[in-house]
């Protein structure tokens, strides 16, 4: 464990609120990721990012938002137009884009009702 | 793009006895393949990949095939243990930018 830790572990908001979860890094990686993991799904990527100031769209990114200011930090925002927010949320890093193996955090259950 | 299937979904075995779980992929030029395993509640862990130009590799009582013909890969766990139910996801890199495509996982339970 360490190196890659999100917070919090649990998160509750209402509904139409936006919520930001937190993913920090101290392995000296390029690239983060985060995922979103429902029950009986696999690990479905939202954003990624390969280099500080530059980020691109995963597969379900509609209802997100990330920013990439510093290299150790990639936070994500749940907005208010995600349909279905309630889900358990995984950040990852790799070395570079193309080092293919990633290191994920703790994860983040996040509940919206 | 890639796809990654997975099977089974789930998968009961007694301990000491063999598991093995299967993937499939779409994207012939996909070259990693890794393997997580995921207790309940935590972060998914790497446990093993292995690359392209490899046909099998193995730790302990883990091992991984594959066969870039068929575009399958295989994670086989030999004498396995309560320790190692948990939930285990394949994955391959897909799409031009290289990201890891998951399959769906497979909740594994050792029976003592």
């Known amino acids: 464990d360490g190196g890659i830790t999100q917070s919090p572990k649990y998160l509750f908001r209402k509904e139409g609120q936006n919520v930001t979860l937190s993913c920090e890094q101290n392995?000296?990686?390029?690239?983060m990721y985060w995922y979103r993991q429902d029950p009986g799904q696999g690990l479905r990527l939202i954003y990624y990012s390969q280099i500080v100031n530059d980020f691109q769209k995963g597969d379900i990114a509609e209802g997100y938002s990330v920013s990439r200011e510093k290299k150790e930090s990639f936070p994500l925002t749940v907005t208010s137009a995600q349909k279905n927010p309630t889900a358990f949320y995984l950040c990852?890093?790799?070395?570079?884009?193309?080092?293919?193996?990633?290191?994920f955090g703790p994860g983040t259950r996040l509940t919206v009702t | 793009g890639e796809n990654v299937e997975q099977h089974p979904s789930t998968l009961s075995v007694q301990e000491g006895d063999s598991a093995v779980i299967k993937c499939t992929y779409s994207?012939?030029?996909?070259?990693?393949f890794p393997w997580y395993k995921q207790e309940l509640g935590k972060r998914p862990q790497l446990i093993i990949d292995i690359r392209s130009n490899v046909g099998e590799k193995k730790d302990q009582r883990i091992a991984v095939t594959l066969n870039k013909t068929a575009k399958h890969f295989s994670l086989h766990i030999t004498e396995t243990q309560p320790e190692d139910s948990a939930v285990y996801f394949c994955a391959a890199i897909g799409g031009s930018q290289g990201n890891l495509i998951f399959g769906k996982g497979t909740k594994l339970s050792v029976k003592p």
């Open positions: 990852a890093s790799s070395m570079a884009a193309d080092s293919y193996e990633q290191y």
């Open positions: 994207d012939s030029a996909s070259n990693y």
């Open positions: 392995l000296n990686h390029d690239a």
